[in-house]
């Protein structure tokens, strides 16, 4: 709809309904989202923010509406979303990092079986990504050797091996200790500041503030307010997340 | 570090197998090895050393039954009057002659030795029939359970649910019917016109095994966290790689025991292939039994064998276990 070369992703009037209608997860979401654009997603529990993330990449499959990836509508049969989905990686609450391969393999296992590329090609790249979060020494290690900190650090860049145009984070630090929280949004930080586009939906109200280039808030499926961070919390309009931020800040 | 000790324990152990041509020799070297095994408990960390002590057990059970045979009936030039004198005590023994009764005269041992073959002929291609038919049934009841969504109607899904709905009678069918019987409806009603009786024996056995194996993958399926299927997705692997690549092998681990018992029931299940006239080990003993009218030898021979099978396999399936838990350090 939007002729803006720039919009990577085009929502329109999304609806995930649950029991014919009588749970209504999404009730009508539309935005778009933009090259470059930061856009993290907060709200209250059950407010619906993971289910829009997740149709993104149709994780979830929609009941109603449009989502448009790069000029493609994705829900559309002839499009091949398993090629979409190499675009946008996605970076999970629980991590799911592969727990039968090393931290290598489950890095170099997509490039290679996907993008063709040969084992020292996959493996130079995945090791220039470990070295970039730290974790170059823990390549022959299997997941559940490593810290929560540690297995987010690499589940972000297992996705980044892929070279996606878009990042979705569905509340990567939501598992984490209190003290890991820390390592993983640094790495976001620094994908964002290198101009990678990313939605992210996150309790971490202090991520949203600093990194966030547009903060959606939702509530029982609906966007109730969309703005700059600045203008969200210093300047809330609505009611709803007036109290939402009240309790979390 | 222990890496040294476990190649020792390893070479030791299969120096000891080689040497059972030359049975006392042999024997000590098994010792050996297994005391070298009990003093580095240590390395056991390591598989080899595992492995290298297994052989030597193994080893160490055939030197003592070749040396027994040595001393009870080697025949050599000069036999001391000492041996003699012992050889002529265990000659008159009732144990004795019930053993030459039942397995030396005739030959008769030939039985049970033909009858084994035929049991690991049948054992194995059923085994391989029934992963064969386990997987693919599992894998397009499971495939319908989680594509139904994905596929909105059309070709593939009316394809889909009548493999679905053929997998759901297949197992209903034959898990619900005894297996004795599932062979002799093969043999007798379908394959009336063959007289292949192996064939028919890997048939039934494979088809019956499919069953069950087809519900034990499902199950570990299943088991694998849902999270790890939605990564590979997202990564952009489509259905089939996704199970292929992730969830099969973690699956697999997580089946391996129950896999590993079914494979145990199978081998004994073939036993009862003798109601279709297949010679296989339990019929073999049986056989010796109505000629020698003597049940207690052959029966306890026959059992001592299934039972040594099915060590040998748990302990195999207990080495590849461990290896793969090598990514749960």
């Known amino acids: ?249 | 570090m222990y890496t040294k000790k476990a190649n020792q324990i390893l070479i030791i152990g299969i120096i000891a197998l080689i040497l059972a041509v030359f049975p006392m020799v042999g024997t000590a070297c098994a010792i050996f090895g297994l005391i070298v095994a009990a003093r580095n408990k240590n390395a056991r960390t390591l598989i080899r050393a595992d492995v290298g002590r297994g052989l030597s057990i193994i080893a160490l059970l055939i030197n003592i039954v070749a040396i027994i045979y040595l001393i009870l009936f080697k025949q050599i030039s000069h036999t001391p009057a000492w041996l003699m004198s012992l050889r002529e005590a265990f000659y008159a023994t009732k144990f004795y002659s019930d053993f030459e009764n039942n397995f030396i005269t005739d030959n008769r041992y030939t039985f049970i030795r033909k009858g084994l073959g035929v049991t690991f002929e049948v054992t194995f291609f059923a085994v391989l029939l029934g992963i064969a038919l386990g997987v693919v049934v599992a894998l397009i009841r499971s495939s319908y359970d989680t594509l139904k969504e994905e596929l909105k109607g059309g070709f593939g899904k009316a394809i889909l649910f009548i493999l679905y709905k053929i997998c759901g009678i297949y197992l209903t069918v034959i898990r619900g019917t005894p297996v004795v019987v599932q062979l002799m409806i093969i043999y007798f009603v379908i394959f009336a016109s063959s007289n292949n009786k192996i064939l028919v024996a890997v048939l039934a056995f494979g088809i019956n095994s499919g069953a069950y194996v087809a519900e034990i993958i499902r199950g570990g399926i299943m088991s694998v966290d849902k999270g790890q299927f939605e990564a590979g997705r997202s990564l952009g692997f489509g259905y089939v790689r996704t199970m292929a690549f992730i969830i099969i092998p973690q699956a697999f681990k997580t089946v391996l025991p129950a896999l590993a018992n079914e494979f145990i029931v199978l081998i004994k299940e073939t036993s009862v292939s003798g109601y279709v006239g297949l010679q296989e080990l339990t019929k073999g003993g049986d056989i010796i039994r109505s000629r020698t009218y003597s049940a207690f030898m052959p029966l306890i021979a026959v059992a001592i064998i299934y039972l040594l099978i099915v060590i040998f396999f748990s302990w195999l399936v207990s080495l590849l276990e461990r290896r793969l838990k090598n990514s749960e350090r």
């Open chain 1, 1 to 249: 709809m939007s002729a803006d070369n720039n919009v990577i992703i085009s929502v329109n009037d999304l609806k995930k309904y649950y029991n014919g209608g009588e749970v209504k997860a999404l009730d009508g979401i539309t935005t778009d989202i933009k090259k470059g654009e930061v856009v993290v997603v907060i709200g209250p529990s059950g407010s619906g923010k993971s289910t829009f993330l997740r149709s993104l990449n149709l994780l979830e499959r929609p009941t109603g509406g449009t989502i448009t990836f790069e000029g493609k509508d994705i829900m559309s049969s002839s499009t091949d979303i398993n090629k979409l989905r190499q675009q946008m990686g996605m970076v999970f609450q629980h991590f799911n990092l592969f727990p039968h391969l090393t931290i290598l393999k489950n890095m170099t296992i997509a490039p290679m079986k996907l993008h063709g590329l040969s084992k020292e090609a996959a493996e130079k790249k995945a090791l220039d990504l470990l070295r970039r979060v730290g974790l170059q020494d823990r390549a022959g290690a299997y997941p559940a050797q490593l810290s929560g900190g540690q297995k987010q650090r690499i589940a972000i860049v297992r996705a980044l091996a892929m070279d996606p145009d878009v990042m979705l984070f569905d509340e990567p630090t939501s598992a984490l200790d209190p003290e890991m929280v820390g390592e993983v949004l640094d790495v976001m930080k620094k994908l964002a500041e290198e101009g990678m586009t990313m939605v992210c939906v996150t309790h971490e109200m202090g991520f949203a503030r600093e990194v966030a280039t547009r903060v959606i808030f939702m509530d029982c499926g609906k966007i109730i307010e969309e703005n700059t961070p600045d203008q969200i919390f210093t300047n809330p309009q609505n009611e709803r997340l007036k109290s939402f931020l009240q309790k979390v800040l």
